[in-house]
């Protein structure tokens, strides 16, 4: 079975890199690049394969190792939120 912690691991792993290709795509575009240049496609692929590879794995773990993961990073990233919110607002 695939822990909570490889689940977790994998989801930010494989959106991470969606992330990083959408960037480029997008410095890219702002930088002038012609389209042409660059592959239409790549964005949206970068996404549908990082949400594949996350369902798939999700499939292969049990429901509570699933549960446990998702629950956990809703916790870290709201936690994160919070304290970016709050040195954003007390410039």
Known sequence: MISTD???????ITFGIAVVICAAYACAATLGIPPEALPHWAPITAGAVA????????LLANAS???????????????????????????
């Open 65 to 91: 190792a699933t549960i446990a993961a998702f629950d956990e990073s809703y916790r870290a990233d709201r936690r994160t939120a919070a304290f970016a919110g709050f040195w954003g607002c007390h410039h």
């Open 51 to 58: 949400a594949a590879v996350v369902f798939g794995v999700n």
């Open 6 to 12: 490889s689940l977790t691991l994998i989801r930010m």
